[in-house]
């Protein structure tokens, strides 16, 4: 193959960082179960409240702000200090906020520590010194309290005034257990999107099988729904001890079905994985006073076609594939080297994938 390219002749500073991800052999991606799925069930939660921060050096919402004042005011009189807002109308070391708590995915357990994040939701210029008062966190529903969160502010980020946390800030007063047994003794195991396939599902559903089964009789204890969903069944003698077969489950070993060939771009932070099964058929591009021109197969030089050896030119020259095209990757890593921009190289490879020139699935992270 041979690729003209003609760019502007100053260098270009590049934020681009290329990852090929190699498409191995089935033997080199034997992998656990458990590393691509998760037991459905085993999620987050979100614990939420309002509550007020004292201590602050005269960075608080301040006498104006009167939700915050109305709060501190509510909170007094539980303690009964009744006082008017007009009394505390100079107050400049309170603040409102929001606080956050994020059970793990495990669950938690009456008096277990989780962090909390607290974010200012008034006028605050600043939560750094502040302390957050005993607040109570409610779930989703609003509808009872599972935590209550206190504790000194730490800013993580002292670009960003206004957000802090508390290491192990809240103590949970309930538990938050997570089911993962269904009726009928089911688990389901879920397969992460990245993995998400009918083969993936169905080679993870053949393996559990294939492990529970005899010589000369297949037992069929798991079904796979469909790209994501794996049904699993225990048998009835591990019913006593449910937790010993799924970590068994979870650790068989399968063999990678053939993924397909991806190409994800990061716009944010100008990163471009490539798999590199990806090609590019052949295409012109003509971009920023730049001209791309890829041919497939390689024509033979002749006088009025020589081949190019200008310095600012890149050569991509496919291998011989029983004539298959040239990978993006080496296109890619070709204009990396003549320090085209990140951004430039994005949109080359998003126009090459609208116009069908590009093998693999375009995906895009904002």
Do not use: C
């Not at 008034?122 to 009872?144: F, Y």
């Not at 001209?291 to 390689?298: A, E």
Request: charged share 20%.
């Amino acid at each position: 193959m041979r690729n003209r390219l003609t760019t502007r002749q100053q260098a270009l500073g590049i934020s681009l960082a290329l990852f090929g991800a190699l498409l191995m052999t089935p033997e080199a991606l034997a992998t656990r179960i458990a590393d691509v799925t998760h037991l459905q069930g085993r999620r987050g939660n979100v614990l939420v409240g309002y509550g007020l921060v004292i201590g602050l050096p005269g960075t608080g919402d301040g006498g104006k702000y009167l939700a915050s004042i109305v709060q501190l005011q509510a909170m007094l009189a539980k303690f009964e200090i009744p006082l008017p807002t007009s009394a505390l109308a100079d107050t400049k070391n309170v603040a409102i906020v929001m606080v956050e708590a994020m059970i793990p995915d495990n669950g938690v357990r009456e008096g277990d520590r989780i962090d909390v994040r607290v974010n200012s939701s008034g006028v605050s210029k600043s939560l750094a010194g502040g302390h957050l008062v005993p607040t109570p966190l409610q779930g989703p529903g609003l509808d009872r309290i599972f935590a209550f969160a206190s504790g000194q502010l730490r800013l993580p980020d002292s670009k960003v005034k206004t957000s802090a946390i508390v290491t192990g800030g809240a103590i949970m007063e309930a538990d938050v257990i997570h089911n993962y047994i269904a009726e009928g003794w089911e688990i389901t195991l879920v397969v992460e999107d990245v993995y998400a396939s009918h083969a993936m599902a169905a080679t993870i559903a053949q393996i559990i099988n294939e492990d529970v089964s005899e010589v000369g009789e297949m037992r069929r204890i798991a079904i796979a729904l469909n790209p994501k969903m794996v049904v699993v069944r225990i048998p009835e003698g591990q019913r006593d001890n449910p937790a010993e077969m799924i970590a068994h489950v979870e650790s068989l070993e399968l063999l990678m079905p053939p993924g397909e060939a991806r190409v994800v771009i990061n716009r944010t932070t100008g990163t471009i994985v490539i798999d590199e099964a990806v090609e590019i058929g052949p295409a012109v591009i003509s971009h920023n006073g730049m001209s791309i021109v890829t041919t497939q197969p390689p024509p033979k030089p002749t006088d009025e076609a020589p081949l190019i050896t200008e310095q600012r030119v890149a050569s991509i020259q496919a291998p011989n594939r029983d004539g298959k095209g040239a990978r993006l990757k080496e296109l890619v890593d070709a204009l990396n080297q003549l320090n085209v921009p990140a951004p430039d190289i994005i949109e080359i490879v998003e126009n090459l994938h609208r116009t069908g020139k590009i093998t693999g699935k375009l995906i895009i992270v904002e």
